[in-house]
C-alpha cells in the first residue's frame, strides 16, 4: 500500500500514549521497530498497511506491528506525518 506521501515524522496523541503504555513490553518494542521502518522506508510494505474500513476519513490507516499477533496501529496522515491514534488488540475471529 502507498501512501499519499512518505512519513518524515510520527506524532503520538495523548490516546495513543495511554494505550501503547497498556501494551505487553513485547508488543511495545515491535511497535517501537515498525514506526522506525514507517520513518526510514518510504514504501514500508512490510507492515502490511491498509485503509481503516469504515472509516469516513481516507488518510487514515492501519498496520499489524507483529504478525504473530492480533493487534492493530491506527494513524492519520497529515503531510508528512504520521499522527499516532490508537494501538488496540484486535482478534479478527
Known amino acids: ?3 499519499p ?3 518524515k515524522a510520527v506524532r503520538p496523541t495523548d490516546k ?3 494505550e ?3 501494551q505487553p513490553q513485547v508488543i511495545q518494542q515491535a511497535i517501537d ?3 522506525r521502518n514507517l520513518v526510514s522506508d ?3 510494505e512490510s507492515l502490511g498497511i491498509t485503509p481503516l474500513t469504515g472509516s469516513s476519513n481516507p488518510n487514515v490507516y492501519t498496520f499489524r506491528p507483529t504478525w504473530n499477533e492480533p493487534y492493530l496501529v491506527s494513524f492519520e496522515m497529515q503531510k508528512q506525518v504520521a499522527i ?3 494501538v488496540i488488540f484486535h ?3
Open 1 to 3: 500500500m502507498m501512501l
Open 5 to 7: 506521501e512518505p512519513v
Open 16 to 18: 495513543f500514549k495511554a
Open 20 to 22: 501503547y503504555r497498556r
Open 33 to 35: 521497530a515498525a514506526l
Open 42 to 44: 518510504p514504501v514500508p
Open 84 to 86: 499516532l491514534r490508537s
Open 91 to 93: 482478534d479478527p475471529v
